[in-house]
């Protein structure tokens, strides 16, 4: 066997290796990024690409190092989930870097965090100026939490005792041009009346259409591929609410 078909073999092995250590890992690696989970994962991912391209070794060496390293992980994220000191000393804990509207200067010095870099992160959540900020948490993946002074808090419909009707989450009707025929379904909405609502914005193929959602309150959206963006607003056009 020539070495590109050698490559072509031991990359296929090496990419479905990798795809099923990465789910049995699940979602950690991604949504609580920390610092040791990142160093942990571009070294499984150096392995699976050594067992792909690194031809005068045996790819079991490879291998095998793939499957130590990936237990070892998934060793450790089931201890830290069982034993909290456990997962303290891998991951660390939040620190709160503004208390009370002080900036904890002995703390950010002992996190090796600078001034430059709590600002940044604050004009990130939006906060321009320090005198509206309460409290500020460095999370141990690295981003800031920031509750504000109350009142720099916004106002929401609670505070002003205005009624508020949940708007849910919008489901996809039409997706790429194509009917998602199984989401008409579960919201007992028909064909016709999808092509009746499309007709009426000036679209007479399904095909045009990029994205159509509807939320549970009724709330249609359109877009086109011609970026032609469209609203049914109308309640009493939803099937579902008559």
Same mark, same amino acid.
């Not at 990142?38 to 291998?63: N, Q």
């Not at 409290?135 to 920031?146: C, R």
């Given at each position: 066997?020539? &070495?590109?078909? %050698?490559?072509?073999?031991?990359?296929? @092995?090496?990419?479905?290796?990798?795809?099923?250590?990465?789910?049995?890992?699940?979602? $950690? $690696?991604?949504?609580?990024?920390?610092?040791?989970?990142? %160093?942990?994962?571009?070294?499984?991912?150096? @392995?699976?690409?050594?067992?792909?391209?690194? *031809?005068?070794?045996?790819?079991?060496?490879?291998? %095998?190092?793939?499957?130590?390293?990936?237990?070892?992980?998934?060793?450790?994220?089931?201890?830290? &989930?069982?034993?909290?000191?456990?997962?303290?000393?891998?991951?660390?804990?939040?620190?709160? %870097?503004?208390?009370?509207?002080?900036?904890?200067?002995? /703390?950010?010095?002992?996190?090796?965090?600078?001034?430059?870099?709590?600002? &940044? $992160?604050?004009?990130?959540?939006?906060?321009?100026?320090?005198?509206?900020?309460?409290?500020?948490?460095? &999370?141990?993946?690295?981003? *800031?939490?920031?509750?504000?002074?109350? $009142?720099?808090?916004?106002?929401?419909? @609670?505070?002003?005792?205005?009624?508020?009707?949940?708007?849910?989450?919008?489901?996809?009707?039409?997706?790429?041009?194509?009917?998602?025929?199984?989401?008409?379904?579960?919201?007992?909405?028909?064909?016709?009346?999808?092509?009746?609502?499309?007709?009426?914005?000036?679209?007479?193929?399904?095909?045009?259409?990029?994205?159509?959602?509807?939320?549970?309150?009724?709330?249609?959206?359109?877009?086109?591929?011609?970026?032609?963006?469209?609203?049914? /607003?109308?309640?009493?056009?939803?099937?579902? *609410?008559?």
């Amino acid at each position: 066997m020539n &070495e590109t078909a %050698v490559v072509i073999v031991r990359g296929i @092995i090496a990419f479905f290796s990798l795809l099923i250590f990465a789910r049995l890992l699940g979602k $950690q $690696q991604i949504s609580q990024l920390t610092f040791f989970d990142y %160093v942990l994962g571009i070294t499984i991912g150096s @392995i699976a690409a050594s067992l792909t391209t690194e *031809l005068d070794s045996r790819a079991w060496v490879h291998f %095998v190092g793939l499957v130590v390293w990936t237990a070892s992980v998934l060793v450790l994220q089931l201890i830290s &989930e069982k034993w909290r000191y456990a997962s303290k000393y891998v991951d660390g804990e939040p620190v709160v %870097v503004v208390m009370n509207g002080k900036i904890m200067e002995d /703390t950010m010095k002992k996190l090796r965090y600078r001034a430059v870099d709590l600002m &940044e $992160q604050l004009r990130d959540k939006g906060v321009f100026d320090l005198n509206e900020v309460e409290f500020a948490i460095l &999370e141990t993946n690295g981003k *800031l939490s920031v509750l504000k002074k109350p $009142q720099f808090q916004p106002v929401t419909p @609670i505070h002003l005792n205005i009624p508020s009707i949940p708007t849910g989450i919008g489901t996809e009707l039409i997706y790429d041009g194509k009917i998602v025929k199984q989401n008409l379904k579960d919201l007992n909405i028909t064909e016709e009346w999808l092509y009746s609502q499309l007709k009426a914005k000036g679209i007479d193929n399904v095909s045009d259409v990029f994205l159509a959602t509807i939320t549970p309150n009724g709330s249609f959206f359109v877009d086109t591929y011609m970026d032609r963006l469209k609203r049914i /607003t109308d309640i009493s056009d939803y099937p579902g *609410l008559n």
